[in-house]
Structures are given as structure tokens and as C-alpha cells.
């Protein structure tokens, strides 16, 4: 579903250039459950921005569900985008002028769904993430657990073949963050390929696979089975 | 799609209260005083639109170049013009004069007597040139004999109340009885010549006193022409040298220099301000047109202005939302079309308030002008059209910016850490649509500083004549001048009064300008105008002498055979001693004696600061006296002394009405319609700075609320607050002072342009300049520091929250 070559990510600034990702390459199955770990400043995020295709690599090639996206303008991109993936952020990123109906519908209306499918639609992610009862609360309205199951189900709601995950929980306290792991692997077991940014090794336990960067490089990929250990540096 | 566009608009505009008002009060308030400048300007432009020929139609205009008053050009021209013009050139379809009545002081039927300001001998062709409607009477012969007259509806009524067939009565005008031969539809008022009660010419025509009219030698009629086409305008005035030449010079003598040429009847209302002798009952000016145009525009301008630069500061909060939305599938034309259907929103609210503002701002301002503005949805297609043109103008100026600035956002910066508009080519926009901003502001105060010294200037400048405490009545005939001794001693009689004196007209001249020949081998000739005085009318009204004396009563040849003349004349004439001087002949003056100079007044204003005090002759001569004057102490009971006199004349002259003209009313009206379009200028200045002051007030708000932060943490650290005041207090003051150092040389030359057409002006000053400047730094200062004084008294624990 996902191959990377040399994927490699330079920021510049005036004065200085910093190298965010440097020749990462790596391969993820349909139906996997990655983490991604590392300290602050590894370039997890950046990763999954390129993964999640809202940025582009600076060299390096990237296949997503076949194609080679890495030269994709910002319309491609928000084509598959908004067909394929889901994200789910450390902050929730919901709109806090829209309420939790309205939030998780958006995914739906930029897809151009009719009315009534949308209707559909929503229901059944908000009942699966058990938030129907909310729905014409505005996140500031929710805690923080509740706000994360919203931007779980809007992530799901066009049902698409990946979702990123960018820590989750961390802004979470222990009991809302393992409610929304299980979340996550529930949707895994229905066959959602997940990708998870994450500092928490508890929360990288429940996927199958964690990919260790540090300063910009894959240091470790560990298959928790322990089928294999490949250092690939 | 659109309803969450709209929803998420709407809650947004809800969630900042204070900005979205802030936005909707500038766009409102601007869009509100536009609309009334919309409608003066329509209301201007909208003049004689009802003559249906107008496209054909010209008014003949004379440029005469006379000693004296030098080239001026008039639009009274000859009594045979108008025929000749019309045997002579095919292209003239049809020609038409208009004499104002002149000699009909009075109309009356009955015991009813007025004094008809619409009334106007004409030929018959008048009918269908104006297209004049009628009621009654048949429009072909209406006109066509002596002693015809047809009258207005109003007019009708005015007299005849509801009598039914007025067809064929006879009332009379002036001393002479007329047989109504027409009713006519009453005119509109949007136009240059209103009349309400049209004379045959024919009657006057064949007049003793009216022989000058089948003459090339006196100008006193208003000609219009009907052309073929409009474009045959050219080929006429071309050929206007030959057809002079042939007509006016060949049988005239004295004319020394006259042109002629025709003005599109579509322009007199607003490009006449160079014409004189118009003889017209409106005139407006298309240069104050522009210079209202011009600020409705800049106020549109300064609103727009206000409402992108609290977009872009809104920004910073609103990239979140775009960044989320662009994650979730927005692409940028979905998030183009999200904030032009945002400002489109917001736009369409201000104009609902502002034409709710307009409803209430129209009575104020239809008291300041005398008009009759109303807003007209229905029957003004113009204006809807304008609204709708509005709405889409400023939806997509003021929300495109912010709309493609937030759509080019990189989701995953702004979802890191927002954004802010410092610096980047936002920022520098914000920055030059805030100089911009202040522009206009410094622009419009620097005007209206000058503008209100000029005002105050005419207000107060001596005008050598002392328009107080008198009133003047017009006699209802010739005669009553002969007839006025009885009423002038028993008025003398009461102690408040303390003058009476009979003349042309409360500023001591007549209506007639003329050449005046010099008692000399050279024949000097001077176009001066006329004055009719009584041997105590300098001294009533305070006009003082430079040299010579009045004129004395014990003396019997002044009356007649002696003449005063201003200084204007004696300079003009090269005279540094005129006492003794005489001349030929003078209007209005004994003709077997050659009139002599007596005596030198200085120069007053008989007429308004815009033109010059031209040379003028005054001769005692009571019969050609249209009035008295009537001057009554200071310390009297203003109400109760125009009582008595009123009972005084109608005592004397029961057939004349009483329409006193009040001497301290007459001094204003020179300067009121000056005064009146300073005041609607200063409003609309008020609104534009209090636009550009409320916008810096918004977006010093959001600047500094973007600083909560630095603030904060400057506070926790113990550190001073004021270094971010001063400095966000430095940037603005370097906008000001560019926005001066581009606006003050622009305004400058746009304002001596406009104080030109003062005759008697005031000159630009340094102060002006400054003042405007320092006036905008001080509301620029005061807005900072209110806002910065609020921001760092703020928690600073809240202060780091925020972000």
C-alpha cells in the first residue's frame, strides 16, 4: 500500500537548512497497524505529513496504493487526500464553529456526497465512536476524550484506506487515551491500515509493527512478533 | 456545501462579536453615506431629464469682451436672434426666447396678488420644444397672440381654487388684463428654468417700452434652439463669425468684440459657473458633483479598506480552520468560495442596515439642502441596479484578499502554529492599505480646514456694505416709487425706524449691465452696472465714501444729472481723481445734461465672494427706484417692526403684496450654499475619519492581541510593556506621517483648484497642512495606547494560556 525510496525532507530557511528526513525508505502492507516513534524533532511529523500527502519530500520517491505521488500538485493531492486518508491529530483539529455533526459531515461534503448518503454516513461513525448523544454539542463543549472520539469518526467516516494518527493521545489523560487506542485497533481489525505518530510506548504496544526514526533516519523496524528484527541504516 | 459555508460563517461572526461589528458598522456607515451621495449625485444629474428633445436642444451663449468686465460670457443674447438663427441655418429647427417678467411686478386676480417668480413671456414654439403638456386649451394657437397666457395647474389653483373652465378668463399681469388661453401640467422642479406661467411674446413685443427687443443692441432674452441632429452643433458655430458679421455688427454699433456658441441643453443645469445674466431657477455645478463623487468613493474605499485588514488580522485565528479544512479535502477554490460567500454575507447585512441608516440620515439631510431625497426601490432602477453592483463590488474586494491569502496557507504549518501576518507580503499589504487609509483621512481634514477658513472667511470678511436690520419691499408698479412719499414720512414717524430710502434693490443695483461712454474725444467706453439709489442709501446701509459726497438733497441737479461711481470704475477708467469727470449719457440718468461725477464709494460686494466687484454707476433717479428700503434700529423688536410695516404698506399699497426681502437673510444667502455644501462635506469627511479611525482600532485590537503573548511573558519576567506600545506607537506614526508626505502635496493642488473659483479667497498655510497631520497622529496615538493600556493590564497567566 505504501513504499518509500530515499524519501528525504530539507527545510530552509535564510540561514539555515535543516534536513528533516534523510533517505527514508520503507514498506507498508494493507491492513497494518505502524507506529512511528522517536524523541521530539526525529521527523515523525514530517513523515507522516508525507505520508498523510498534505506535504511533498524534497527528494525521493513515494508510492501510495501504486502510484508515485511525490511530484503531485496540491490539487492531486487533495484529491487523494480526501479519498483515502484520515487523519487524526494530538489536538483534535475539530471546527470549533461547526458541531460534532457538522464536523465529522465535512469529510463527506468535500467528497461532493449527497445529502441523504452524508446523513447515513455520519450516523454510523458517530454511533460507532458512541458519540451520537453529542452530536449538536460544539468541541468546546466536550472533554477531550470526547472530542478525540469525534475526530476519530470524522477521520472514518469516508471510510478510507489509511489513517494517520499524529499522537493521538497525547493530550489525553490515561483512561480517554486507552478508550481511543481501542478505537484505533478496533478499525485495524476491520482491516483500516493505521499509521500512529507516538511517544507512548504503552500506545505503540497495540500496533503490529514500530518504525524507529531519530534525526531524520529509520534507526530500527522492530515487528513486534519478533518474526524479524532489520536495522536498516 | 454553501449552507455550511454559511453556517460556519454566521457562528464565526458570532464567536468575534467585536470585529464582526467593528466590520459591519465601517461597511454599513460607508456604504449608508455613499448611498446619500448616490443620491444628491442623481439628484444633480437628474436635471430637465423630462425635455424629451434635450439631445437636440442648445442654448445660445454670448462671450462678450467688453471694457471693464473683461470676456464674460452670458446667456441673454438679442431679441432677433432667435428668428434669424432660424432663416438662417436649415439645421435649426425650431428657436424659442424667454424674458423673464421683468415688468410684471404683480399678479392679481381678484383681491388675490402675487409676485410670480415663474413667469416668463415666450414664443409659442415653446409648446413643443419642452414638450409642455396641456390640460385645457389647444397648445397650437395658445400662444400665438398679444395678451395670451397660459398657467399651470398650481397656478390655477393658487387663484381659482376649484373653479371649474378658467378657459378664457382674464386676470391680470402687472397693470395689463391677460386671457388664460392654456392649462399646462406643472413642471418638474429637477430643472434650470421652472416655469409656471408662460406669456405670449407678441404681447410685450410691439411695445413702446420694448422697442430695444427688435434691436442687435441689447441683450435681455434667453434663445434656445432645436437642432436637426445634435452633431449640426459644429457647422452652426462655425458659421457664427459670417452670420455676426451679417446680423449684429453690420447694424449695430458698439459692439466691440462678440462670439457665440451653443451649450447642449443637457450641461446648463451643471456647467454653467462661468456664465452670467442666466436668468435661470437652479444652477448646480458639476465640479462640487465630482468632489462629491470623489468622497463617496473614498469612503466606500476606507470601509472596504477596514474590512480587508480586519480579514487578514482575523486570519491568524481563522488559518486553523482552513488548515483542517484543507486536510479534510478542501481544495482552494472551496475555500475561495467559503470567504467570498463570508464577506458576501456580511456585505448584504451592511446594506440592509445601510439603507435603514439612509431612511434616518434623509430628513436631516433633506432639511440641509431644501430637497426632496427619498429612496425609491421601486421606480429607481438606477439605484437598485447601484446596490446590487455595491454588494458585489465590495463582497469581492473585501473578501478576495483574505480569501486567497487564507486558501494559499500550508495546513501543515498552520496546523503546527499558526501564522502571523508580520512581515509576510500581508503584513505589508495591511501596513500600505493603512497608509492608504490615512490618506485619505490627512487628504479630507487638510480640506476641510481650508474649506472652513474659506467659509469663515466670507462669512466675516467686510463686505463694505452692512446687510443688518432692514428689509426691502419691491413696489407692485412703476408708479408706486411717485406714490411711496406718504408711506416713507408716516414709517418715519415711528421711532424705530431709522430710514427709509427708495432703490433698485437692497444691494443698491439693478439687473442691467451696460456700456457707459466717457464725455471725452476718445470715446471711452466701460461696461458697468447699473445702481438706482436714493440720496440716503449709502449712508442706510453703510457704504462709505473714498472721495467726493453723496448725493444732496438741496442740490436739485444731483437728482439725475449727477452720478457716484465705485472705485472699481475709477481704476478701470485710468481716473486717479474722478470728481468732476463726465459722461456722455448714462442709463437711467437726465439725458440733457452730460452726468458728472460727485462723488467715489469704495467698493463693496453687491454679489457673492466667487465673482469680482465689477465697475458700477449709481444715479438718484426715484422713478426707476423697484423698491424701498426700510432700515429700523438694532435695539427694536424685530417681529413687531416688520408688523407695523407690513400694516404700514398694505395701508398704502393694497394691491401689492407684502414679500419683504430681509437684509441679514440676503447677507447669509451668499455664502449659504457654500456654507450648506461645506456642511454635508464636513459630515462626510467626519464619517470617513471616524471609518479610518475605527479601523485602526480594530486592527491595533488584533495586533495587539497577537502580542498578548510577548506582553505576558514581558509581565512575568517583570519587564516593561511599554517597549511593544511604543513600538507598535512608532510603526503607526511613520504610516501617518508617509500617508501626509503623499496626501498634503495631492490635496494641495486639488484644493487651490477649487479656491480659484473665489474671487475673494484665502491662501493655503503651512497650519492647514500641520494641523491635519497632527489631528490624525493624535487619534492614531490615542487608539494605541487605549488598546495597549488594556492589553498589558490584562492577567499574564491568562496572557500565556491564550495560545
Not at chain 1, 525508505?25 to 521530539?40: L, Q, Y
Not at chain 2, 458698439?254 to 451649450?263: A, D, I, N, S, V
Amino acid at each position: 500500500m505504501i513504499r518509500t525510496v530515499n524519501l528525504t525532507k530539507i527545510f530552509r530557511t535564510d540561514e539555515v537548512e535543516t534536513t528533516a528526513l534523510n533517505k527514508v525508505s520503507f514498506e507498508i502492507k494493507k491492513g497494518e497497524f505502524v507506529a512511528i516513534m522517536g524523541p521530539s524533532g526525529c521527523g515523525k511529523s514530517t513523515l507522516l505529513n508525507i505520508l498523510g500527502l498534505l506535504d511533498n519530500p524534497s527528494e525521493g520517491e513515494y508510492y501510495f496504493l501504486g502510484n508515485e505521488v511525490s511530484r503531485f500538485s496540491e490539487k492531486q493531492r487533495a484529491n487523494s487526500r480526501k479519498q483515502n486518508i484520515g487523519f487524526v491529530f494530538q489536538n483534535f483539529n475539530l471546527i470549533d464553529e461547526l458541531n460534532v455533526y457538522e464536523n465529522v459531515e465535512l469529510p463527506l461534503i468535500y467528497l461532493g456526497m449527497s445529502s441523504a448518503e452524508r446523513k447515513k454516513k455520519v450516523e454510523s461513525a458517530l454511533e460507532q465512536m458512541q458519540i451520537t448523544h453529542r452530536r449538536k454539542h460544539f468541541p468546546l463543549q466536550l472533554s477531550g476524550g470526547q472530542q478525540q472520539r469525534v475526530a476519530v469518526a470524522r477521520a472514518v467516516v469516508a471510510n478510507p484506506h489509511l489513517i494517520l494518527a499524529d499522537e493521538p493521545t497525547g493530550n489525553l489523560d490515561s483512561a480517554h487515551g486507552e478508550e481511543v487506542m481501542n478505537l484505533l485497533a478496533s478499525l485495524n481489525q476491520g482491516g483500516t491500515t493505521i499509521i500512529m505518530v507516538t511517544h507512548s510506548q504503552r500506545d505503540a504496544e497495540y500496533a503490529q509493527r514500530i518504525i524507529r526514526l531519530f534525526d531524520g533516519q529509520i534507526i530500527n523496524e522492530n515487528i513486534k512478533s519478533g518474526r524479524s528484527e532489520i536495522p536498516v541504516i | 456545501m454553501i449552507s455550511n459555508f454559511l453556517t460556519t460563517a454566521v457562528r464565526s461572526l458570532l464567536r468575534q462579536k467585536y470585529y464582526a461589528l467593528i466590520n459591519l458598522i465601517g461597511l454599513s456607515v460607508g456604504i449608508a453615506a455613499f448611498l446619500l451621495i448616490v443620491l444628491y449625485v442623481q439628484h444633480e444629474t437628474g436635471f430637465d431629464k423630462h425635455l424629451r428633445k434635450r439631445d437636440n436642444l442648445f442654448r445660445v451663449v454670448e462671450i462678450q469682451n467688453e471694457p471693464g468686465v473683461g470676456e464674460q460670457h452670458v446667456a441673454i443674447t438679442m431679441g432677433p436672434l432667435a428668428g434669424a438663427l432660424k432663416a438662417d441655418f436649415p439645421q435649426v429647427v425650431n428657436a424659442v426666447r424667454f424674458m423673464p417678467g421683468f415688468d410684471i411686478q404683480v399678479v392679481s386676480l381678484g383681491n388675490k396678488n402675487f409676485r410670480e417668480r415663474g413667469l416668463y413671456y415666450t414664443d409659442p414654439s415653446v409648446i413643443g420644444m419642452f414638450n409642455i403638456e396641456f390640460l385645457q386649451g389647444n397648445p397650437a394657437t395658445a400662444l400665438s397672440t398679444p395678451m395670451s397666457v397660459v398657467l399651470s395647474e398650481k397656478t390655477v389653483e393658487k387663484y381659482f381654487g376649484s373653479t371649474p373652465n378658467v378657459l378664457g378668463k382674464s386676470m391680470m399681469l402687472g397693470k395689463r388684463s391677460f386671457v388664460i388661453t392654456g392649462i399646462m401640467k406643472d413642471q418638474p422642479m429637477q430643472t434650470h428654468l421652472f416655469f409656471d406661467i408662460l406669456v405670449s411674446i407678441s404681447s410685450v413685443e410691439n411695445q413702446a417700452d420694448f422697442e430695444w427687443m427688435k434691436g442687435w443692441g441689447s441683450n435681455s432674452l434667453i434663445t434656445y434652439i432645436e437642432l436637426d441632429q445634435s452633431e449640426s452643433r459644429q457647422i452652426i458655430e462655425e458659421k457664427f463669425p459670417e452670420f455676426l458679421r451679417k446680423n449684429v455688427f453690420s447694424k449695430e454699433e458698439g459692439w466691440e468684440f462678440l462670439e457665440m456658441y451653443l451649450q447642449p441643453l443637457d450641461e446648463v443645469y451643471l456647467e454653467s459657473q462661468h456664465i452670467k445674466f442666466q436668468n435661470v431657477s437652479a444652477a448646480g455645478d458639476i465640479n462640487l458633483v465630482i468632489v462629491f463623487i470623489v468622497i463617496a468613493v473614498l469612503i466606500l474605499l476606507v470601509a472596504c479598506v477596514n474590512f480587508i485588514n480586519i480579514s487578514i488580522a482575523r486570519s491568524v485565528k481563522r488559518a486553523r480552520e482552513v488548515g483542517i479544512r484543507k486536510v479534510l479535502g478542501a481544495d482552494r477554490l472551496s475555500l475561495v468560495y467559503q470567504f467570498i460567500s463570508e464577506s458576501l454575507l456580511l456585505t448584504l447585512l451592511a446594506i440592509f442596515i445601510a439603507v435603514g441608516l439612509v431612511e434616518l440620515a434623509l430628513p436631516e439631510m433633506n432639511k440641509l439642502l431644501a430637497t426632496d431625497f427619498h429612496i425609491d426601490f421601486r421606480g429607481n432602477w438606477i439605484f437598485n441596479a447601484g446596490l446590487f453592483l455595491i454588494l458585489i463590488i465590495i463582497s469581492l474586494a473585501a473578501g478576495s484578499y483574505p480569501a486567497f491569502y487564507l486558501s494559499r496557507f500550508q495546513p501543515v504549518k498552520v496546523l503546527k502554529g499558526g501564522s502571523s501576518i508580520k512581515g509576510s507580503s500581508a503584513g505589508y499589504l495591511s501596513k500600505g492599505l493603512v497608509v492608504f487609509q490615512f490618506m485619505i483621512s490627512v487628504g479630507l481634514m487638510f480640506s476641510v480646514l481650508v474649506i472652513n477658513d474659506q467659509v469663515d472667511y466670507m462669512k466675516n470678511k467686510d463686505l463694505g456694505i452692512i446687510y443688518r436690520d432692514a428689509i426691502f419691499v419691491f413696489f407692485g408698479d412703476d408708479d408706486d416709487a411717485g406714490k411711496s412719499e406718504p408711506l416713507r414720512n408716516e414709517l418715519l414717524k415711528d421711532s424705530r425706524i431709522r430710514t427709509v430710502s427708495g432703490c433698485s434693490f437692497l444691494n443698491g443695483v439693478s439687473g442691467s449691465q451696460g456700456p457707459v461712454f466717457v464725455d471725452d474725444s476718445a470715446r471711452t467706453k466701460l461696461t458697468m452696472r447699473f445702481g438706482y439709489v436714493d440720496y440716503n442709501f449709502f449712508e442706510a446701509m453703510g457704504v462709505k465714501f473714498v472721495a467726493g459726497r453723496n448725493f444732496d438733497r438741496k442740490i436739485a441737479s444731483d437728482k439725475g444729472g449727477s452720478v457716484i461711481i465705485n472705485q472699481a470704475a475709477a481704476r478701470k477708467l485710468g481716473w486717479d481723481n474722478p470728481l468732476g469727470m463726465k459722461f456722455k449719457t448714462v442709463m437711467g440718468a437726465d439725458t440733457t445734461v452730460k452726468p458728472e461725477v460727485i462723488g467715489v464709494i469704495n467698493d463693496y460686494h453687491y454679489f457673492s465672494m466667487r465673482s469680482l466687484i465689477e465697475p458700477a454707476i449709481y444715479v438718484w433717479n426715484p422713478e426707476m427706484f423697484r423698491g424701498l428700503l426700510i432700515g429700523y434700529y438694532a435695539e427694536s423688536d424685530k417681529q413687531s417692526v416688520r408688523k407695523y410695516i407690513e400694516d404700514k404698506w398694505i395701508d398704502h399699497f393694497p394691491d401689492t403684496p407684502f414679500q419683504p426681502v430681509v437684509a441679514d437673510d440676503f447677507a447669509a444667502e451668499s455664502y449659504k450654499n457654500d456654507q450648506k455644501l461645506f456642511s454635508l462635506f464636513v459630515y462626510f469627511t467626519t464619517i470617513s475619519v471616524l471609518l479610518s479611525v475605527l479601523g485602526l482600532f480594530g486592527l491595533t485590537s488584533l495586533l495587539i492581541e497577537q502580542k498578548t503573548r510577548i506582553i505576558g511573558i514581558r509581565r512575568v519576567l517583570g519587564g516593561p510593556v511599554w517597549k511593544i506600545t511604543s513600538q507598535l506607537i512608532h510603526d503607526y506614526m511613520l504610516l501617518v506621517l508617509i500617508a501626509g508626505a503623499i496626501a498634503l502635496p495631492l490635496t494641495y493642488y486639488f484644493l487651490e483648484q477649487q479656491l480659484r473659483q473665489f474671487a475673494y479667497r484665502i491662501d493655503i498655510n503651512a497650519f492647514h497642512m500641520i494641523s491635519a497631520v497632527v489631528i490624525l497622529t493624535l487619534i492614531a496615538f490615542f487608539t494605541i495606547i487605549f488598546k495597549a493600556y488594556r492589553a498589558a493590564g490584562a492577567n499574564p497567566v491568562k496572557a500565556l494560556k491564550y495560545e
